[in-house]
T-cell receptor
Framework: DSGVTQTPKHLITATGQRVTLRCSPR?????VYWYQQSLDQGLQFLIQYYNGEERAKGNILERFSAQQFPDLHSELNLSSLELGDSALYFC???????????FGNGTRLTVT | LAKTTQPISMDSYEGQEVNITCSHN???????ITWYQQFPSQGPRFIIQGYKTKVTNEVASLFIPADRKSSTLSLPRVSLSDTAVYYCLVGPRMDSSYKLIFGSGTRLLVRP
């Protein structure tokens, strides 16, 4: 158990809808990262937050947004969903920049 | 941003030692080298991290030459359960371009 909790585990929704994925980092970790992994694809970095502030942004679509709250949990909002957004979405956390990432078990999003 | 190059796939047999090499020619002074293991539909799991020379833990060893332009993950006496994708990451960069990029990884298949 990595200590990173992601909810929900599975999500099925229709095109055009909006969903929110939630991540609780390990206790004491200030950084939260979001990654997308499509079927048989690599991990695509979306965005990172550090202690509530956006730290780095990857190939995150404008339809997607994220935030980190004062209690350090994070939410990834996906809107105007398309079939191609179906993927595993992973959250990871770390204590500081040089520390290893600890990943949650992911949220599997299916857009129909 | 340091880019990494790994073999796409490797085959091995149970009980053998497996060495996976990662090239990172433009590694920066502040960069650490970190390896992760990922099973299907699971989040990556931290294996080992190093900065220079050799690091060993209960799972693997990491060899880093003096120029740090490459690194080798060594898995002793692999078993079937070591079949997974292995990712080499180099980072972070202590500047505004900081982001942790996973490459395509190395698919290791361990045969009986």
């Amino acid at each position: 158990d990595s200590g990173v909790t992601q909810t929900p585990k599975h999500l099925i929704t229709a095109t055009g809808q909006r969903v929110t994925l939630r991540c609780s980092p390990r206790s004491g970790d200030l950084s939260v990262y979001w990654y997308q992994q499509s079927l048989d694809q690599g991990l695509q970095f979306l965005i990172q937050y550090y202690n509530g502030e956006e730290r780095a942004k990857g190939n995150i679509l404008e339809r997607f947004s994220a935030q980190q709250f004062p209690d350090l949990h994070s939410e990834l909002n996906l809107s105007s969903l398309e079939l191609g957004d179906s993927a595993l979405y992973f959250c990871a956390s770390s204590v500081e920049d040089n520390s290893p990432l600890h990943f949650g078990n992911g949220t599997r999003l299916t857009v129909t | 941003l340091a880019k990494t190059t790994q073999p796409i796939s490797m085959d091995s047999y149970e009980g053998q030692e497996v060495n996976i090499t990662c090239s990172h020619n433009n590694i920066a002074t502040n960069d650490y080298i970190t390896w992760y293991q990922q099973f299907p539909s699971q989040g990556p799991r931290f294996i080992i991290q190093g900065y220079k020379t050799k690091v060993t833990n209960e799972v693997a060893s990491l060899f880093i030459p003096a120029d740090r332009k490459s690194s080798t993950l060594s898995l002793p006496r692999v078993s079937l359960s070591d079949t997974a994708v292995y990712y080499c990451l180099v980072g972070p960069r202590m500047d505004s371009s900081y982001k942790l990029i996973f490459g395509s990884g190395t698919r290791l298949l361990v045969r009986p």
